[in-house]
């Protein structure tokens, strides 16, 4: 927020600096008190502009953030810039993943149910996603050519999602807005005009064009924190999390920034690395701090259970933070108090799955052995 009582202090010691070296340097008690008169004005004038600002500023964003007209203005705005794909397997992927979020949600923050999403599929290439005021959200068609598995989508869209609720975008909008606008007021009111239509156009312009950008490393990891919690109130492998981080890890890896990684891991995001390992730790304490995985190799009561292997679309380390989700819900929910079986070539704990073992994976009876013997 404005720090009205800051900024007329830093004033008045502007003020007071100013009028006394105008006592060394002039020579008329008149010409002092001019340079002071001159100065209090302007400081009136800063005080004045930056409390209309501020008020500009809160009703946009509460018009945009809050009402449905703002809302529905952000939606098509969006839609229009960005470009609508209409891939129908895009958008039922995306359609399945938001109804599943919004129930699991709605579990632990059911005001999800006043302000329905609006979101959309859109027509650019590069793996991104993104929430803006009003609860309106975009998934490029980038992500769903690159990133095919349905859970790791959903960890992405959950990210978005804890934007949405926790009101990043807002904060950050209104953070942004009255930095430039406060610049915009002082200049103005040292020229004596303050210009109440240009600030209406660059917040009008912010909020508009500038929405999809988060700006804050704090509301980042809070993001995925929150989304993390979304994730393990839904039917979703609570492990994807991290595994989407490690593909992102992967897709980075040898290369220079680029326009596909420009989302998830810009300068105000942390690391895919740092990230991925986060959730690693959100798991093991989902698990009651009995399962990790580093390297592709899961570790259970701090014994080495299982190295997995890779496969034709998923690297080992990728693959592992699946079975290592796996093994944290059976763990969290009590299922590591019956035997591990194998049930048509799937390994199971109770009735929750493991892994399914593929191609240079342990047999599912050794694996299933090797876990009665250590959990």
């Known amino acids: 927020m404005f720090n009205f009582q800051g900024l007329k202090k830093k004033f008045l010691s502007v003020t007071t600096a100013v009028a006394v070296g105008a006592t060394l340097m002039l020579s008329t008690p008149a010409t002092v008190d001019a340079a002071k008169r001159d100065l209090v004005g302007a400081g009136i004038g800063i005080l004045i502009g930056a409390a209309q600002a501020k008020a500009q500023i809160d009703a946009n964003i509460k018009h945009y953030n809050e009402s449905e007209t703002g809302r529905q203005e952000l939606y098509q705005d969006f839609r229009k810039k960005y470009g609508v794909n209409e891939d129908p397997t895009y958008n039922a992927t995306l359609d399945r993943v938001m109804s599943n979020l919004t129930t699991g949600v709605a579990r632990i923050d059911p005001s999800i149910t006043k302000k329905p999403y609006l979101y959309f599929v859109a027509e650019q290439d590069s793996v991104n996603a993104a929430c803006s005021m009003g609860h309106v959200m975009m998934v490029?068609?980038?992500?769903?050519?690159?990133?095919?598995?349905?859970?790791?989508?959903?960890?992405?869209?959950?990210?978005?999602?804890?934007?949405?609720?926790?009101?990043?975008?807002?904060?950050?909008?209104?953070?942004?807005?009255?930095?430039?606008?406060?610049?915009?007021?002082?200049?103005?009111?040292?020229?004596?005009?303050?210009?109440?239509?240009?600030?209406?156009?660059?917040?009008?312009?912010?909020?508009?064009?500038?929405?999809?950008?988060?700006?804050?490393?704090?509301?980042?990891?809070?993001?995925?924190?929150?989304?993390?919690?979304?994730?393990i109130h839904t039917n979703y492998n609570p492990g994807a999390c991290a595994a989407v981080m490690q593909k992102f890890v992967e897709m980075s890896n040898g290369a220079k920034k680029s326009a596909v990684m420009a989302f998830f891991n810009p300068s105000d995001h942390p690391d895919s690395d740092k990230r991925r390992d986060a959730?690693?730790?959100?798991?093991?304490?989902?698990?009651?701090?009995?399962?990790?995985?580093?390297?592709?190799?899961?570790?259970?009561?701090?014994?080495?259970?299982?190295?997995?292997?890779?496969?034709?679309?998923?690297?080992?380390a990728e693959r592992s933070y699946f079975v290592l989700g796996n093994l944290a819900a059976a763990y969290h929910n009590g299922q590591n108090k019956s035997e591990a079986t194998v049930q048509n070539g799937i390994v199971m704990l109770g009735n929750q799955p493991i892994i399914a073992p593929v191609d240079g994976d342990e047999s599912a009876q050794e694996i299933a052995d090797k876990l009665n013997a250590i959990k």
């Open 279 to 316: 959730y690693v730790k959100k798991l093991f304490e989902y698990s009651g701090k009995h399962v990790t995985a580093k390297d592709g190799v899961i570790t259970i009561n701090k014994k080495t259970f299982l190295k997995v292997a890779a496969t034709a679309d998923m690297s080992s």
């Open 140 to 231: 490029n068609a980038g992500t769903f050519k690159k990133i095919t598995n349905e859970d790791e989508i959903a960890a992405i869209v959950a990210h978005e999602l804890a934007h949405g609720q926790r009101d990043h975008v807002a904060k950050n909008n209104r953070k942004y807005l009255q930095k430039a606008v406060t610049a915009s007021v002082v200049s103005a009111a040292i020229g004596s005009t303050v210009g109440n239509s240009a600030v209406t156009s660059l917040i009008t312009n912010v909020a508009l064009n500038q929405s999809v950008a988060h700006g804050d490393r704090k509301f980042e990891t809070e993001a995925d924190l929150v989304g993390f919690d979304y994730m």
